[in-house]
């Protein structure tokens, strides 16, 4: 009887757009593909699926992804088996929608369809669009495939329940949920098997964890526990969310790095307020403080941003002074975007681009003086390094970050990723520290 030979495994391409989760919902779709035989391939021209995996928190994201996407078609021009597809935020965002923009996509799949993603892809309807959000899935049984180097990254919750006025996220994202503990602690302890040393939890609103009685704070201390983890980090809580059982697992858990990222996105408290954000400066100011007097030498960033519709010149200066009083270490600093289907969109915007540009361009540069100066106060000083690779400049140097997520760069000694090293920060720049 003749034999007929195995056909080739499929290949896919799969480029990603946007925050942390969204790099952590690659791994966990590489994990599912590569499950169900695909290799994955860098080089599109070789693929037989491509799929973008996108954002939609900005406009200009998704105007990013389009001009991606019509690149690509040529590869489906040429060869027409090849599938195409959009996963992620923009999928749920803009839905049915896509198709007016791209109507030759194969499949759009939001963030709560990747377990079905290998049979949409079978599938011989055309398109195949998954889009539904589902409060019950954390994909807590499916192992991402992690990235190369020391740190992984894991989804240990999902979703927002917040609402801010200006996000989109709790409409492409759904709903909050949080994994079980001990599917965390198995995800923990199998990435540490894989080589990992330092773990960061991600979530929308990270610290809004909740599975049972363990809250954030309990879940940070079980991780703890896991032997050969050496680090600990997470993004992004929210600031009302920091509960006295996260800042004792902080203080307490050695492991649990002295870095917190503290979105405040504006120190008027009328526009927190039309921001829907659950907090005054008054508030913010006080955790803050506690924050700094409970952790020595924490790191805090923040995100800003400006033009929010109703900001008028005195909102803007309360930011801007709220930027020099904080003193952050570093800070991710926006123009505000309308986006369809939120609560601000119906908002009249007041500001204009040309306004934005001037604050936001304001802001950067008050921020980078603080970075850089906040950076000196580390010259001097012996800081612990978890070694991630060698450095792009100088040659000859290694590069990985300090406790409190400093880049730091030194000579190369021979040590490998993920060993924990102890140099003396010689210079400083806004970005970088020089140490020896
Ligand atoms: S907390 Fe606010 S800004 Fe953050 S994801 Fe939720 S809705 Fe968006």
Known sequence: MAEFPEPAPRRVFLETYGCQMNVADAELVGGVLRRHGYLRTEDPAQADVLLLNTCAIRERAEERVLGRLSELLRFKIERPAVQLGVLGCMASHLRERLLDRAPYLDVIVGPDGYRDLP??????VDPRI???LDRGETYADLAPDHAAGPRAWLSVMRGCDKFCTFCVVPLTRGRERSLPPDAVVAQVEAAVAGGKR???FLGQTVNAYRSNDVDFGGLLRLAAQVDGLERIRFTSPHPAEVSDSLIAAMVD????MPYIHMPLQSASDRILHEMARDYTVADYRALLARLREAIPDLAVSTDLIVGFPGEDESDY????????EARYDFAYLFKYSARPGTRAFKMTETVTEEEKGRRLKELIERQEQVSLEKNQDQVGREVEVM?????RRPTGHLVGKSRNFKTTVFPDDGALPGDLVRVRVESASGHTLLAR
Request: overall charge negative.
């Open 317 to 324: 200066a309360a930011t801007a002074d709220f930027l020099a």
């Open 253 to 256: 858990e050695r492991k649990v």
């Open 119 to 124: 049979a949409l892809l079978d599938d011989a």
């Open 130 to 132: 998954d889009v539904r």
């Open 387 to 391: 070694v991630e690779g060698p450095a």
């Open 198 to 200: 330092e773990i960061v």
